[in-house]
């Protein structure tokens, strides 16, 4: 890993900080650059930038450069719960503890890994080998509803669905005290953590992404904790676990935003389930609705619960 490179622009007229980083890091492709600068390892003046940012005469950019690792997945003979497979998708229940895709420290036992054996490698190819399939991603402890495309086209009209926002993705999770109000919409900001870059955090507008969850209190227990439906209107990194936070109630179990140990339920895992996805079948149109059977630890909350 390159650490602690500093450059200081001298450009004269102002120019986009990729445009202008392309130039002095000619082994790197702008679509790399603009992947650090997203991942917030490349600062402008010690702060999180945009590739679109202007920089002028006298900017300081840190740069840190980790080395990309490349290798090839491979089949393992892991189990899936399918809930659907025809020629053009597959659709799983995946696995709380189950990461989707291979990736710096978990080369093996993932998600795709598993699909690469069930498939025998007929799996829509991307532009990142150790993804073949995947159109979106689920959290390693978020347990649920996870579609997959077997062909290029079917890729293509998914992405295209998850881009446009026409699927409909419906979370159950169990937070450790009731929100203010019984239903609501978030509509905030989403972006890097300033400090934990293992956290997203809500941001200001103008920075981030916009998020914005739908929720409603299904069923509250005598100790405060309940079951709440979430339904999102776009995908943004860990963006229920950072409402939840921002209303002030995190997720039962969550490692990241919330003190497990401390929460007066302890279910041994994060209570966060993709519940129902609903897209349009890339070939024939047909909207299709599925539904990812709810885990036990759900049980003291779904029990009276009109699911």
């Known amino acids: 890993m390159i ?15 990729d445009q202008f980083l392309v130039t002095r890091l000619p082994e790197l492709s702008r679509s790399r650059i603009q992947t650090l600068i997203k991942s917030g390892d490349i600062l402008l003046n010690e702060k999180i930038s945009k590739a679109k940012q202007q920089v002028t005469s006298g900017d300081q950019i840190s740069v840190s450069i980790p080395e990309e690792e490349t290798f090839e997945a491979q089949p393992e003979d892991i189990p899936l719960e399918i809930l659907h497979e025809d020629n053009d998708i597959i659709v ?20 795709v890994n598993a699909l690469l054996h069930h498939c025998k490698g007929e799996l829509a190819t991307t532009e990142q080998t150790q993804r073949p399939g995947i159109v979106h991603r689920l959290d390693k402890d978020t347990s649920g509803c996870i579609i997959v ?23 159950l ?37 916009s998020a914005i969850t739908d929720y409603r209190v299904l069923n509250q227990a005598d100790d405060g904790t309940c079951l709440i439906l979430c339904d999102l209107h776009t995908g943004r990194t860990h963006q229920i676990r950072v409402h939840m936070v921002h209303v002030g109630t995190p997720i039962l179990g969550d490692p990241i935003y ?9 279910p041994g895992r994060l209570m966060l389930h993709a519940w129902q996805l609903v897209i349009d079948h890339p070939s024939s149109g047909e909207r299709m609705a599925f539904q990812a059977p709810v885990p036990s630890q759900y049980q003291p909350w779904t029990k009276d619960a009109n699911l």
Not at 3 to 17: A, M, N, S
Not at 92 to 111: D, Q, R
Not at 190 to 200: A, F, Q, T
């Open 3 to 17: 650490l602690g490179v500093k450059i200081e622009v001298d450009c004269i007229d102002p120019q986009r900080i």
């Open 149 to 171: 495309a077997k062909n290029n086209q079917a890729l293509q009209s998914l992405v295209k669905q998850f881009h446009d926002r026409t699927t409909e993705k419906r979370y």
């Open 92 to 111: 799983l229940n995946k696995a709380h503890g189950m990461v989707v895709h291979p990736a710096a420290g978990n080369t093996n036992g993932t998600l």
């Open 173 to 209: 999770t169990v937070v450790q005290s009731t929100p203010n109000k019984e239903k609501d919409t978030i509509f905030t900001h989403i972006g890097r953590h300033p400090v934990n870059r293992l956290k997203m955090a809500v941001v200001n507008p103008g920075s981030g992404k």
């Open 258 to 266: 919330a003190k497990p140990n401390r929460q007066c339920v302890q």
